[in-house]
């Protein structure tokens, strides 16, 4: 894949050409990679592109759906490595030079999502996940290995990340998933930090609109990277600071301004990415009703802790006792609170939240050797969560409202 040279297509363009041609298999099935020739930009930020356009020009193989039949041993169950609004992910195995199918254990892994046949925002979702992944290429962003467009069939293949989401290490119990250590958790938000100030940058110039732990999933080495861009959308360009949309995402994650406006920013992704920071450091989740009256939404619960160098270890979680310093955590919750202002315009930009945590790390690098005992007992302490309960407790999740705005 390429890094972001080829044609930009708009989130407005999938939305008016996605119908006309929904039930039609777009552009010729390419072997091998299945890499094409791009288009200028400039020549994109005029011309609307159509679902054909938009699939020819992705950077990606196109898969018959036997094949993807195939490599997942018939979608079974057992297979499924998760589910969510958009349908449910198989994990699958093809031949990494061919991409041909191959047998469990052998050649590459891949994940494959299989789109619920229930309704046409899922196709858009699907058409924006090709158009912005089958173009954009950076560490921290998930790889889109190919698609599959064949009669009502819609797939997408992406590589495999065996240690799963964010969202599971954070809330998940179980010995498949044991908790992140405070270095683990400041490296995955470097690494999601690094991600969004890619898609923000002038490169890329795209808003992600839907950043929550769940869409940030871990390799084996526990680097982060972005996935599920169906809710992505173009920047503003020229002289304009936001682009007006409807109002679509997760709950608890969505910036007011975009909540009470439509005005959707660069700003905005900052937004939802202090939500997730105050996650990892408490271990929460951002809405959860199983909580005590007044702690139902994390920020507003946390918000007052954050503000306070004394009270913030009362919303740290307690799994974390004695992994960090006490400079590192109010660094780390100074730059959720910054993340968090209420005014878009006294957020950082994502570039700078990316120096701000890489000065984080060398922080907690060099405190972890020279931690006095006060300090160690004090971090080895009980009484981090005001409940006086474990952070990690499961609740439910965040309801993402994808086919619908949200409400007033």
């Not at 999938?14 to 299945?34: F, M, P």
């Not at 064949?150 to 290490?169: A, I, K």
């Not at 702690?295 to 004695?322: C, K, M, Q, T």
């Not at 994502?350 to 060398?362: F, G, I, K, N, S």
Request: glycine share 10%; net charge positive.
């Amino acid at each position: 894949m390429g890094n972001c040279c080829g044609t930009k297509i708009s989130s407005d363009a999938i939305s008016r050409n996605a119908s006309g041609s929904r039930r039609r298999r777009s552009g010729s099935r390419r072997k091998g990679t299945g890499l094409s020739s791009r288009v200028s930009s400039s020549v994109a930020a005029v011309t609307p592109r159509s679902e054909g356009e938009i699939l020819r020009c992705a950077n990606v193989r196109s898969f018959a759906f036997n094949e993807l039949k195939t490599a997942t041993r018939n979608f079974r169950p057992d297979s499924v490595l998760g589910e969510g609004g958009f349908g449910s992910v198989f994990k699958g195995w093809v031949d990494e030079n061919t991409f041909l199918p191959s047998r469990p254990g052998t050649g590459m892994v891949i994940a494959v999502k299989k789109l619920n046949q229930d309704g046409f925002q899922g196709h858009r979702e699907w058409l924006a996940e090709v158009n912005y992944l089958g173009q954009l290429s950076h560490p921290n962003l998930v790889k889109l290995v190919g698609y599959c467009l064949q009669d009502e069939q819609r797939l997408l293949v992406y590589e495999f990340m065996p240690r799963g989401s964010l969202e599971n290490h954070l809330f998940r119990r179980g010995s498949h998933f044991q908790p992140l250590s405070w270095n683990l958790r400041m490296k995955v938000a470097l690494g999601a930090a690094k991600g969004l100030a890619f898609l923000h940058s002038d490169k890329a110039k795209v808003i992600y609109r839907d950043f929550k732990t769940s869409n940030v999933l871990l390799d084996s080495n526990y680097n982060a990277k972005l996935s599920d861009f169906g809710l992505a959308k173009d920047g503003p360009t020229g002289d304009k600071s936001h682009v007006s949309t409807r109002v679509m995402g997760t709950y608890g994650y969505a910036a007011p301004e975009y909540l009470a406006t439509g005005h959707l920013s660069a700003k905005s992704d900052v937004y939802s990415f202090g939500v997730v920071m105050v996650e990892m450091l408490s271990g929460r989740r951002a809405l959860d009703k199983n909580r005590p009256a007044g702690e139902h939404n994390l920020v507003e619960w946390a918000r007052p802790y954050l503000s306070s160098r004394r009270r913030i270890f009362r919303i740290l979680d307690a799994r974390l006792a004695g992994q960090y310093s006490l400079a590192g955590a109010h660094k780390a919750a100074a730059l959720a609170l910054q993340c968090l202002s209420a005014d878009a315009k006294n957020r950082p930009t994502m570039h700078q939240v990316v120096a701000a945590l890489e000065q984080l790390q060398e922080t907690t690098t060099t405190s972890h050797h020279h931690r006095s005992p006060q300090s160690r007992m004090l971090l080895g302490g009980r009484g981090f969560n005001a409940s006086g309960r474990s952070s990690a407790g499961a609740g439910a999740r965040p309801r993402r409202l994808s086919a619908s705005p949200l409400p007033a």
